[in-house]
């Protein structure tokens, strides 16, 4: 990106998230844990180890999260693009998980849904993983619509696609796995015929992207099939959709292990997020159509 001098963006210090803005997501409990394992360097789980310096990054990267929020919604940047680590869509209300110390898509969503005007979120969370913890975090509540596509069967485990929500939440968790080996067919058939006919319905104030890239097929981590430009298109979707509602959308970075493949990834996406464009249309396969059959029992715009 700075090679390409930013693609012309305003680079911006991620503030610190505040106690307040993080307690809408995590208990007390919660905090304290995450601080006393930073500063002894102990490891919140098998594949989480920390450092004193990763208290630091983990609220900067909530911060940022809530800053973009405040300027997508303010209007002072048309679109945006958190670029930090450490990720934090598998880290659950009470528990760290892969890499993530603070839920940081969550914990902007909440601060979203803290302002006025703010009614309802809708967030996509492309990574490879499934996104966990902000499953959690929303799973009985139908202020947010969440919306995973991810390998399965594959860590963490979650997100069946007959995981739609509980209670008032039933219906505003759509999980959409894939098998291994899955390219744009299935993904960009995914968003364009499930993921996006019930974010129309549901009519959000504001788009949020878990942005992970390591779907692409050079990632060491995961085993599907997206070239870069697949990257390209499905934020040329998330821009198509946020123009139609005239609402505002920006991402925030999740997983993606080959250097080259997110470096590249990540600057198509920002791309397509600020000039928009027409999205390449997929055929629906078999895995599209018996999503659109499940999901459609909740959202029967995507039978029509």
């Known amino acids: 990106m700075e090679r390409r001098d930013w693609l012309g963006w305003d680079v911006q210090e991620a503030p610190r998230a505040t106690e307040q803005q993080l307690l809408a997501v995590h208990p007390q409990e919660y905090l304290d844990s995450v601080r006393a394992h930073c500063a002894a360097g102990r490891a919140l789980d098998a594949d989480t180890p920390v450092v004193p310096a990763s208290l630091e990054a983990g609220l900067r990267a909530a911060g940022a999260a809530c800053a ?5 919604l303010d209007g002072t940047a048309p679109t945006g693009f958190c670029g930090l680590r450490p990720p934090g869509h598998h880290a659950e209300p009470d528990r760290a998980m892969g890499f993530c110390l603070f839920a940081n898509v969550s914990v902007a969503a909440e601060h979203a849904l803290a302002r006025d005007g703010v009614d309802r979120v809708f967030i996509l969370d492309w990574d490879v993983h499934h996104g966990n913890g902000t499953n959690a975090a929303f799973h009985s509540r139908p202020d947010v619509l969440f919306s995973s596509l991810h390998q399965w069967p594959f860590y963490p485990g979650t997100g069946a696609m007959g995981d739609i929500g509980s209670g008032e939440g039933e219906g505003y968790t759509i999980n959409l796995p894939v098998p ?14 499930v993921v996006l006919p019930a974010a129309r319905a549901y ?13 692409h097929r050079d990632d060491p981590l995961a085993e599907c099939e997206l070239a870069t430009d697949g990257f390209r298109q499905l934020a040329l979707h998330v821009a198509t959709l946020a ?18 493949a997110l470096a590249e990834s990540a600057v198509v996406t920002m791309e397509a997020l600020e000039s928009g464009g027409t999205p390449r249309s ?23």
Do not use: M, N
Request: glycine content about 14%.
């Open 68 to 72: 973009l929020t405040d300027a997508l």
């Open 180 to 193: 291994a080996g899955s390219g744009e067919q299935e993904w960009l058939g995914l968003v364009e015929h």
């Open 203 to 215: 009519a959000p104030d504001l788009i949020l992207v878990s942005a992970g890239f390591d779907a």
């Open 243 to 260: 123009s139609e509602l005239g609402v505002p959308a920006g991402a925030v970075l999740e997983g993606g292990y080959d250097v080259d």
């Open 282 to 304: 997929v055929e629906p396969g078999p895995l599209v159509s018996a999503a659109v059959e499940h999901v459609g029992r909740h959202w029967p715009a995507l039978r029509s």
